[in-house]
Each structure stands twice: as structure tokens, then as C-alpha cells.
């Protein structure tokens, strides 16, 4: 009878901790065990000629660490292991790849072309793509150290994401207005394409197609399992809801705005998305009404369930781990502002020193056990 | 019936027309007249470098895309050196004509110091999302950054009781904020 029992409650918390797992690995959360990470937000500044990459930890929100990396670093992107970190340095055309378990540069590449930007990495951590303001995105391969692949998107190379199987690869060139394609550094032709390249990394980096979105690609934000992509787009104060598997627009959300506001950014386009609350929601910034909005996105057209009044030009939004609070930059105001994702409040605003301008950032569970080390 | 909505459309289309030649005869080239003009008081902006903020109004001409939109912009009224001199105000829209973030006036010596034309220790107008740097002392010229041109300019009208009027925005700033 005691036999029994025991049996019964080994299976019932063997059941519970498969159970619990597989939801972890379904949402994407999670790549390593509970206790074995610790939590830490990396934030560029572009404006600091020094220490212009903070760390934070995350539970208590204080600053642990300032490092000098690269000038205006901008892409920051890391494999599923989270153990390194991969910046771009706009002014020195430069890669650098971060220790996050030291928080330390471990090595620097160049030859990335004018103005590195926003970059991404496969989950494995073998390739990274490092789009240039000058067109096109460089394929590196981490592991011998080269450049395996040009891709030209005739845009501005400016985001990349790349899905949680590695399989494909989405390239979002910005389009610009002619002031963009003034520069003397620039020599491609170019069409202002209005439309994501898809490439597929198993294929040999071959662009395999393009996801039509009306106007210039903002920033992106993919949902963990894929299916769903969510982005900014020009002259849109508000996000587009994309079908990934169909390559397909299907919905937009535009933000509830008063007339006053609607009479001052008729131009203007939402910057800085994010997914939150296990899928449920989505928050992203008004760059010119200083306001963060939320929608839920279970329902198509995504509603809109809340705003907040942030500080100064707020242009990246990143959720933390668990998708339960919201980090927003805010460098017109040299400050961050954290908000509970549960209780829908603001839980405190991080100063930042003046003309700093905090800017692009990156939430990682980095390992803190050598065992749980996969990168290195 | 027909003649008297004929004459109706007609005479609508002609006050339309009256109102849109008469913004464009009575502002000053490559400017265009605001709803309402703007009045400050001239001891807000006794100081020089301390700018007072306002918002301006437009309504679009019928040659526009699209007629009849209501345009509100910021802008700062602001003096660059001491005394009564009406040169020596400025009045300019905050919103960068690159990604309409709005910019910010630095008249902090160090990190004016850091900053591109750094040659020149005047106060700027710098745009937190992106860098663009404007010269103040020059009315939001372009320095430096992704902006392809200055900040846009508010016209600074009569001074009248102590009073100043901006009742004048650049043509361009319709199309762009």
C-alpha cells in the first residue's frame, strides 16, 4: 500500500516536471535548467564615448557591471546557450563577441562593411547575419571565423531575425527616405523594397522569398514557435500581424490616438516591439507621442488594452526571460523604463548618465555553471 | 434642384480657393501661415538659451494630398544672447526631420564637448534616437547624423506689447511631420 503510494507521487512529480518542460521548450523560454542562469539585461549606449555597454541584473535591477566596447554599438544578438554575446559597432564596422559569463570581449572581427547594424544569430551559434547600412548582410561563420555568404536585399541592411529552429532567416532592409540615400559611402542601386527577404540557412543561405508589407520594414519580433511575426512598419503608428508559414500579411493593430496626436505624426511610424505574457501580448513604442501600448494579440485585429507615458523618443523594447516584465529605452531621455507585465505598471525608471542614450538591448539567462557552458 | 447644388459646389469650391490663395499670397516665400499665430511674452525668453516650448497649428491647402489636415508641431522659442535685439530670437519646430523623434537643446560644456562640431562650443539641438546634432546658434542648421537637412523654422513676427508673434512654419515641415 505504501508502495503504491510513493509510486503514485514519484509519477505524479516526474509528470508535473515533464509537463512543465516541455512548456518551457514550447514557448522558447528556458534553454537552461531553473538555478542554473543568471539573468542580465546588456544595454548599448550610442551616444558614450566610454562604458557604453551596461549590465544590469535583472531581479534586482541594479547595474553590475560597465564595459567599453566598440563605438555606437548597435546589434547585439546571441546563440540559445547565451553564454556570448555578439555586438556591432556602427563606428568601427566592427563585430565583437562578449563572454557573458566574464563579461568580457573575448574577440573582435571587422570587415562587416559601413555601419554593422542590427544582426542575429542561428540558435546553434555557428552562423551569424550582420547586415551593413550600405545594403547587403554578411553570413559569418563563428566557427571559421569568415565571411561565408553575401545576401543583397536592395535596401538599407538594417534588422535580421532568425527563427528558433534556425531554419530560416528574415532580413528587413530599411527603405528610407532620399535623405538615407544620400550618403557618399554608398554605392549600390537600390528600389526601396517594401518587403522582408527570406532566406533559408539550410539551403546555403539562399533567399528562397519575400513577405510583401505595404511600406519600409521596421523593427520585427517572431513568436517562439514561429508562426506568428509582429512589425513596425514606415508611417504606421501602430504593427502588422504576419502569417510566416503563408509569407502573408494578414492584420494590423493601430493605436487608439486623440486628434491632437493624430494631427502631430501622420508620418511617424511605432518603433521597438515585443512579445510578453506567454504569447499573449504584445507591446511596442510611439516614438513621437513618448508612449508604450499594449495589445492583445489573441485576437485578430490585435486590441489594444493599455498605454503608458514613457520618457524622451522610447525606441527598443525587450521583454525579460520569462516575458513578465518589459525593459523600454528610452535615449532621448538618457533613461530605461521597467514595467510588470502582470499588473500592467510601471515598476521604476533606470537614470542613465546624460547623453548616454540608452538604446538596443538584449535580456539573457546566462549560465553560470560551467556544465551548462555550450558555447565555448 | 440640380443648378442649386451646382451653384452650392461652386461657391463652396471658390471660398476654398479664396482661403487657400489668400494663406499662400500673405506668407513670406517657402513659408506658410498658421491657423493662429503663436504669442509669447518676451520676458519668458529674457534669458538667452532657456527655450519656452509651444505648439503651432496648420491646416493643409486644398493642393495638398491631403487637403484639410490638421498639422500640430512643437516648437521652442528661444534667445541666443542677452538684450532686446530681435535677431537674436530663434524659433524652431523640435521634431527631427529624420525619424521625428523630438531633439533636445545641450548646453552642457562637457557634453557639448563630446559632440560632433565640437569646434564650435555653441549650444546644439541633438536627437536622442539617432545622433543628428543641430547648431543653435544657427538657427538648427544641420551639423552632423542621418538628418539630410536643419531643424525647420518657425518665422519670428512683430513684437508688440512685449509680446512676440510666430504666425509663420516652413512649407516643408507639412509634408514631413
Known sequence: MRLRQLTLIVGLVLLTTFTMRAQNAQVGYYPHPPGTTHEKLYVNSQGAPI?????????????????TI???????????????????????????????????????????????????????????????????????????????????????????????????????PLKGDPGHWRRPSLGLARTMPNEVTVVDITKNHQVVGTIPVGDGPRPPILSADGKRMYMNVDRLLGFLVIDVPARKVISKATFALTPDEQASGANAHAHGIAIANNGKEV?????????????????????????????????????????????????????????????????????????????????????????????? | MVRRTFLGLGLMLLGFSRRAWAQLASASPGYYRLTHPVRIRLDTVSTPWHPVSFVAEAVLPQTSPTPGRRVLMNGVLYRKESGDDRSALSALCVTCPHELCEVSLVTDEARLARMSGSDKPNPKFF????????????????????????LFNFLVGSITDGTVEIDEVEVETLSVV
Open chain 1, 283 to 376: 507591446w511596442t513604442n510611439d516614438t513621437v507621442h513618448n508612449t508604450t501600448y499594449v495589445f492583445d494579440v489573441t485576437v485578430l485585429p490585435p486590441k489594444q488594452i493599455a498605454k503608458f507615458p514613457v520618457g524622451s523618443g522610447p525606441y527598443w523594447i525587450v521583454p525579460s526571460q520569462d516575458g513578465m516584465t518589459i525593459f523600454v529605452a528610452c535615449p532621448g531621455s538618457d533613461e530605461m523604463v521597467v514595467f510588470d507585465v502582470a499588473a500592467k505598471k510601471e515598476k521604476t525608471r533606470l537614470k542613465f548618465p546624460a547623453g548616454d542614450r540608452p538604446t538596443r538591448m538584449i535580456d539573457l539567462a546566462v549560465p553560470v555553471t560551467p556544465a551548462a557552458r555550450t558555447s565555448r
Open chain 1, 70 to 172: 566598440g563605438a555606437e554599438p548597435h546589434g547585439v544578438a546571441a546563440p540559445k546557450s547565451q553564454d556570448v554575446l555578439y555586438i556591432s559597432s556602427m563606428h568601427d564596422g566592427t563585430v565583437q563577441k562578449i563572454d557573458t559569463v566574464k563579461d568580457e570581449i573575448v574577440k573582435v572581427w571587422g570587415g562587416f562593411g559601413v555601419e554593422p547594424e542590427e544582426n542575429d544569430i542561428t540558435p546553434d551559434g555557428r552562423f551569424l547575419y550582420q547586415p551593413s547600412y550600405a545594403g547587403y548582410w554578411s553570413v559569418f561563420d563563428t566557427q571559421k571565423e569568415e565571411i561565408v555568404a553575401y545576401i543583397h536585399t536592395l535596401g538599407i541592411g538594417h534588422n535580421t531575425l532568425i527563427d528558433a529552429q534556425g531554419h530560416f532567416a528574415y532580413l528587413f
Open chain 2, 127 to 150: 536627437c536622442g534616437c539617432h545622433g543628428s546634432v543641430f547648431d543653435a546658434l544657427d538657427d538648427g542648421s544641420w551639423i552632423s547624423g542621418p538628418a539630410d537637412r536643419g
Open chain 1, 51 to 67: 562604458n557604453n555597454l551596461t549590465i544590469i541584473d535583472v531581479p534586482t535591477l541594479k547595474v553590475i557591471k560597465k564595459m
